[in-house]
Nanobody, 130 residues
Framework: EVQLVESGGGLVQAGGSLRLSCAAS????????VGWFRQAPGKGREGVSC????????DFANSVRGRFTIFSDSAKKTVYLEMNNLKREDTAVYYC???????????????????????WGQGTQVTVSS
């Protein structure tokens, strides 16, 4: 079965760190870009970061740039979201998702909006306490 499995969420104090994992099951990320999204209670799902598996380029939401990093393992089976200096406003359910690799002619190497993503994980809760 083709699916994404997230792990690594939990409760952390403000200023702390967490590493989220997104594992591909039944396929590899070759030919895909991977995005991380989050959804806080009462809010819509927002893009946090995305990664081009093809060339390693990444992008970040302004709210997390400089604090979060995204990378994949060499086997292209797992994508990680390293979150540092966490803030209370980072509290949300975090989802990883995969989209078909954007065409180079599109001008995008990955997207930050949900519409392009075709496969989603189940989500992992991140709670940041003060």
């Amino acid at each position: 079965e083709v699916q994404l499995v997230e792990s690594g969420g939990g409760l952390v104090q403000a200023g702390g760190s967490l590493r989220l994992s997104c594992a591909a099951s039944g396929f590899t990320f070759d030919g895909y870009a991977v995005g991380w999204f989050r959804q806080a209670p009462g809010k819509g799902r927002e893009g946090v970061s995305c990664l081009s598996i093809r060339d390693g380029r990444s992008d970040f939401a302004n709210s997390v740039r400089g604090r979060f990093t995204i990378f994949s393992d060499s086997a292209k089976k797992t994508v990680y979201l390293e979150m540092n200096n966490l803030k209370r406003e980072d509290t949300a359910v975090y989802y990883c998702a995969a989209e078909l690799e954007p065409s180079p002619s599109s001008g995008y190497y990955c997207h930050g909006t949900v519409e392009e993503y075709v496969l989603w994980g189940q989500g992992t809760q991140v709670t940041v306490s003060s």
